[in-house]
C-alpha cells in the first residue's frame, strides 16, 4: 500500500499542530504507523490521499452511524447553510431537534444544545453541582468523559493510549473533587458512598463503556448505581456521548432500561457536525441561567447548520425499519468472526472492540493489561487489507448502516487471514 502523500502531509502537520494532529487519538503512534489524511469518503468508504480506499469502521469516532455523506443529511445541511451559517440568536431547528431528542429521551425534560460531548458533560456537572450544592463528583477509571479539568484523571481513550494516568496541566485543585471508582465494581461505589455520602453531587458514568474499549456493565450494575445516587441524593449522569442514538434511538438507557437523572448527547445527535447537548430533570436544568445562576453559553450553540445535521440524522434513523436490528446482525457476524479465530471480543450493539487478553474485559485494569502491541500488529493487518479501525487498543469499532453485506463478508475475510 503507498501511503508517500499521507507521510508527507504528515510531515508537515508536525510543524504545525502537536503530533501533527488536532485530537490526539488521531496520531497512529500506538499502532506503528503513521496517521492517514483522508480526502473523501462516501457511505462506508473513505478515500486517503494516495487514493487508497478502506471500509471505515472508525466512522469519525461514531457520529456516522448512517455512514458517510448521506444525501439527505447533506441536502439538510446545504439548504440550512444557504439561509446564513451562525445566527447567534434563536431559530426553529433548536425547537424541532430539542423536540426530537426529548421524544427518544423522555428524561431530559429540558435540555441545553453546546458544541461538543466536552461541553456537555462540564455543563452537566456544574448543573449538578449547583442544584445539589455539593462540590464532590464520581467518575470510572477507564471511561472517558471528555478534556475538561476535573475529569483527566485515569481517563480512557487517548489517555489511556499513551498511559496518561491525569493530564498535565490540571491543578490539585480541579481533581481534589473527583472520586474514583472502578467499573462493574459495586463495593468500589459503595465506599466511596459510605465515606463522602452526601458530599457527592453527581456520579457520572458511561453506562456502556466504549473508551477502555468496549466494556459492556454487568448484570445489574446501571440498576445498583440508579438505586445509590437516588438514595443519597446524588444525580446520576448518563454520558451518552457514544451510545445515545447508537445503541437504540433512546440510547444505553433505553437499551438497559435505567433512567438517569441528567444525560449528555454528542456525536450521533450532531449527524456529522460539532453539536452536542445535555439535560434532564426539570428542577436541575432550571438551576441553569438565565432561569438559574448555573452559567453556562456558548457563541455558536444551536448552530442552525449542525442543527439541520442532527434533525435530519435522528429523522432518518426513524424512517428506516429495523435500523437497529440490522446494525445488530451486521455486528454479530464480525463478532463472531473474531471469536472463531479464537480473540477475545466484547460488543454491544453496534460497538465493539478486540482485545488481545485471554481473559474476557470487564474493567479498567483487565482492558490495561491488554497486548498492545498484538493489537498494533491487528490494526496494520487490517489497513493492509482495506479496513480502517481505531488506531488504539483502547477504542471502540462502529459499524454503520451503511456498512453492506459484501463490506461485512470483506472484513471477515481480513479477520479470517489474521495470523
Ligand atoms: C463518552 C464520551 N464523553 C465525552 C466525550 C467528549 O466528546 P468531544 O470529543 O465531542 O468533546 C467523548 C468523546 O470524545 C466520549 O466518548
Ligand atoms: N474516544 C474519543 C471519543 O469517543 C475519540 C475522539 C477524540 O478524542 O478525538
Redesign the pocket.
Known sequence: MNTAKSKQLYKTACGFMPGGVNSPVRACKAVGTVPLFIDHAKGSRIWDEDGNEFIDYVCSWGPNILGHCCEPVINAVKAACDKGLTFGACHKGEITLAELIKKHFPSMEMLRLVN???EA?MSAIRAARGYTGRDKIIKFEGC???HSDGLLVKAG?GLMTQAIPSGAGVTEGCTKDTLLAKYNDTASVEKLFEEYGNEIAALIV?PCA??MGVVPPEKGFLEFLREITKNHGTVLIF?E??TGFRLSEGGASKYFGVIPDMTTL?KIVGGGMPL?CYGGKLEIMQCVAPLGSVYQAGTLSGNPCAVAAGIETIRQIESIPNFYEELNRKSAMIENAIREKGLNVNRCGSLMTVFFNDESVKSYDEARACNTESYGRYYRHMLQSGIYTAPSQFEAMFVSYAHSDEDIAKTIEAIESYR
Open positions: 461538543s460531548g466536552t458533560v472517558y468523559h471528555g481513550s458511561e466504549a473508551n454520558d456521548v457514544i454528542g452536542a
